[in-house]
């Protein structure tokens, strides 16, 4: 391994341990030519997956395109970035193990919504609309309903509060 500070090729691991879920080794390396400490990953090369788009195009699998979607859906929702990169590793790795080399995008945005349903419902909504080309508020609804029978709440809409509860503004003065 060459030392990313001066390029000596002469190094000594330090220590070694399991990473993303066994799937990979991370290894603390210290080179004997300027003593500098790094981190290396060794992990098993794949055939990359390949994307079939519904108009029959190819394209390879992008992490980083998956994961831009599901930050626009998660935005100014209680999801950290760790939780969307965990779901980006479990998606993959399950196309990885379900797909030889192509893989339908209709899949992966499936795939993603199922996800998204279970770690935060307003997210899968979001992701949905955009995923599905909703046309219409009424599609939205409808799917907000199947979303809140699926978790056995009711969809009704709130009480309209009581109007004598309610702050009333003073003309001339900025509440």
Same mark, same amino acid.
């Given at each position: 391994?060459?030392?990313?500070?001066?390029?000596?090729? =002469? $190094?000594?691991?330090?220590?070694?341990?399991?990473?993303?879920? /066994?799937?990979?080794? *991370?290894?603390?390396?210290?080179?004997?030519?300027?003593?500098?400490?790094?981190?290396?990953?060794?992990?098993?090369?794949?055939?990359?997956?390949?994307?079939?788009?519904?108009?029959? *195009?190819?394209?390879? @699998?992008?992490?980083?395109?998956?994961? +831009?979607?599901?930050? *626009? +859906?998660?935005?100014?929702? &209680?999801?950290?970035?760790?939780?969307?990169?965990?779901?980006?590793?479990?998606?993959? +790795? =399950?196309?990885? =193990?379900?797909?030889?080399?192509?893989?339908?995008?209709?899949?992966? /945005?499936?795939?993603?919504?199922?996800? @998204?349903? #279970? @770690?935060?419902? !307003? #997210?899968?909504?979001?992701?949905?609309?955009?995923?599905?080309?909703?046309?219409? !508020?009424?599609?939205?609804?409808?799917? !907000?309903?199947?979303?809140? +029978?699926?978790? /056995?709440?009711?969809?009704? &809409?709130?009480?309209?509060? $009581?109007?004598?509860?309610? &702050?009333? @503004?003073? *003309?001339?003065?900025? !509440?």
């Amino acid at each position: 391994m060459k030392c990313p500070q001066c390029g000596c090729n =002469q $190094d000594r691991v330090i220590d070694s341990r399991s990473a993303k879920d /066994g799937a990979a080794i *991370r290894r603390r390396r210290e080179c004997l030519g300027c003593a500098h400490r790094y981190t290396t990953y060794e992990e098993i090369l794949k055939d990359d997956l390949r994307v079939l788009k519904q108009d029959g *195009r190819y394209e390879e @699998l992008d992490r980083r395109k998956l994961m +831009a979607g599901m930050l *626009r +859906a998660c935005e100014k929702r &209680p999801v950290s970035l760790g939780q969307i990169e965990r779901l980006a590793d479990q998606i993959i +790795a =399950q196309l990885e =193990q379900s797909f030889e080399r192509e893989v339908p995008s209709t899949q992966i /945005g499936n795939m993603v919504m199922e996800h @998204l349903r #279970a @770690l935060d419902p !307003v #997210a899968y909504v979001r992701f949905a609309s955009v995923y599905r080309q909703f046309k219409d !508020v009424g599609e939205f609804l409808r799917e !907000v309903e199947d979303l809140a +029978a699926r978790e /056995g709440r009711k969809s009704e &809409p709130p009480e309209p509060d $009581d109007p004598a509860e309610e &702050p009333q @503004l003073r *003309r001339g003065t900025n !509440v």
